[in-house]
């Protein structure tokens, strides 16, 4: 049973569109949700994260929205870039879990230049 | 320079054999991880340790064993391989999270593991 939910599987935007990701998740006692950023051949990496007390967060054209009530969050990617092609992943943390990640099941994202 | 590394990068065994991958991180952090991503991409902790302890064993076979000789390295031993073991393991670290704080975990560039 997946904890957080991740759509579409994959994705593909033209240069200088918006591009959307969507997750959900189960559990309320998840209180830090980050976005991990993965190119082939390479580990993920951190791109973005909010708190559940925040319902939106930008940093440069990375933009999560975040629905407490819902339980649901995204990712906006505004001006996409070729360079921007790659696995999106969304998570969520429980802190009094050992700062676990439990990871959606991924967004494939190509950018069309 | 490299802040988490895993070696090997590829190791490919046969099925029964027993193989060890190694992590190293250079960032002074608490905490090592290891993930399991399979042949979809799905991510999933396997383990954590914390100051050489382990805090997080999930639902992993007792083939597989963490060993961590000091807080800097965390090592993957997984014994009698099978077929479904082939997956990317990623080795990933973070600041102590039972501070209360949530650290960013940064992740090495992964062991490519095929069992044949």
């Known amino acids: 049973q997946q904890q957080v939910k991740q759509s579409p599987q994959s994705l593909i935007v033209q240069k200088g569109g918006i591009s959307i990701i969507n997750c959900a998740y189960e559990?309320?006692?998840?209180?830090?949700f980050p976005w991990y950023q993965q190119f082939p051949g390479k580990g993920p990496a951190l791109l973005i994260a909010i708190r559940p007390d925040v319902s939106e967060k930008k940093e440069g054209r990375f933009t999560i929205s975040f629905n407490k009530s819902a339980k649901q969050f995204s990712l906006h990617i505004m001006d996409s870039q070729p360079g921007d092609s790659a696995t999106y992943f969304c998570?969520?943390?429980?802190?009094?879990?050992?700062?676990?990640?439990?990871f959606g099941g991924g967004t494939r994202l190509m950018v069309k230049p | 320079d490299t802040a988490v590394s895993q070696t090997p990068k590829y190791l490919v065994t046969q099925m029964g054999n027993d193989k060890s991958i190694k992590c190293e991180q250079n960032?002074?952090?608490?905490?090592m991880y290891w993930y399991k991503q399979d042949s979809k991409k799905f991510l999933k902790i396997m383990f954590s340790y914390n100051n050489k302890e382990l805090i997080i064993n999930e639902t992993v076979p007792n083939r597989f064993s963490p060993k961590s000789p000091d807080k800097a390295h965390l090592n993957l031993h997984i014994n009698s391989l099978e077929l479904g073991d082939s997956a990317v393991y990623f080795c990933a670290s973070s600041q102590d999270p039972l501070s209360g704080r949530v650290g960013t975990q940064y992740f090495g560039p992964g062991t490519r593991l095929l069992v044949l």
């Open positions: 998570a969520a943390v429980r802190g009094n879990a050992g700062n676990m990640l439990t």
């Open positions: 960032l002074g952090h608490d905490t």
């Open positions: 559990n309320t006692a998840f209180d830090y």
